[in-house]
């Protein structure tokens, strides 16, 4: 019972500060869950609910999802999964993360050069970009962290850039979820624990987004950046 009301905890908290910043919280979920599960049963759990707390804010904010950058952004990421299973089958999650925290980093340093900065990538960009985060997200499981930086560069107001980063990591779950069932995983051996979950993540999407919306564009951008980096950071720091 006390793992139930802890990972339930968890969720809840985890779920409320990514409605609030956008992203952050399935890392520290990832952490909690660890501590009760065998990787090998975290990781697809640990999509599940990640789906359950993305959908609940993709219904929540649905009026300032940018379908303009989601429906290219899906178009890829299947055959990017596929193609990530194939690629980095051999290689270490270590190796995936030190590129990943890199490519953030580079990403976030661009926007401090004013020839750069000024533009706003242009939509089509996230057609390949599916493709790309197909290609990682079905290895490791960094989601926001990876599609982030692009979003921060649309003209997206705070409730815009999280209301698509939760359609986009929810596809990247759904995806995720078919591949771990097509090699076996079977969520019904997990039912008590989503079933106190699912729940949680969705009243801490809830209470997330009353929060966020009281917010300055100012304060949220802020806050974005900082989990952002310090993610970024601590990827290359564990590797």
Do not use: C
């Not at 990421?77 to 270490?92: E, I, K, Q, V, Y």
């Not at 590129?99 to 953030?104: N, Q, R, S, T």
């Not at 990876?146 to 359609?167: D, H, V």
């Not at 779950?173 to 591949?179: E, L, N, S, T």
């Amino acid at each position: 019972m006390s793992e139930i009301l802890i990972l339930a905890a968890a969720g809840f908290v985890s779920a409320a500060v990514s409605a609030m910043v956008g992203f952050g919280g399935g890392a520290m979920l990832m952490a909690v869950v660890l501590v009760f599960m065998h990787p090998v049963a975290a990781i697809p759990f640990h999509a599940l609910v990640q789906l359950a707390a993305n959908s609940s804010r993709v219904v929540l904010l649905r009026q300032w999802v940018a379908w303009g950058i989601v429906v290219p952004f899906l178009t890829l990421l299947a055959p990017g999964a596929f193609t990530g299973r194939l690629l980095f089958d051999g290689l270490s999650e270590r190796a995936i993360l030190v590129l990943i925290g890199v490519f953030v980093l580079a990403t976030l340093f661009s926007q401090r050069i004013a020839a750069i900065s000024a533009r706003e990538y242009p939509r089509w960009i996230f057609l390949p970009l599916g493709f790309v985060i197909g290609v990682l997200g079905s290895t490791v499981g960094v989601v926001g962290l990876m599609f982030a930086p692009f979003l921060m560069r649309q003209r997206l107001r705070k409730e815009g850039i999280n209301a698509t980063m939760a359609s986009m990591a929810a596809a990247v779950h759904i995806v995720k979820i078919g591949a771990f069932i097509s090699f076996g995983y079977d969520p019904r051996e997990q039912l008590g624990l989503l079933a106190a979950m699912i729940p949680a993540v969705i009243l801490g999407s809830m209470f997330g987004k009353a929060i966020l919306v009281r917010f300055s564009e100012r304060i949220f951008r802020i806050l974005f950046t900082t989990v952002l980096v310090g993610l970024a950071v601590s990827r290359r720091a564990h590797t």
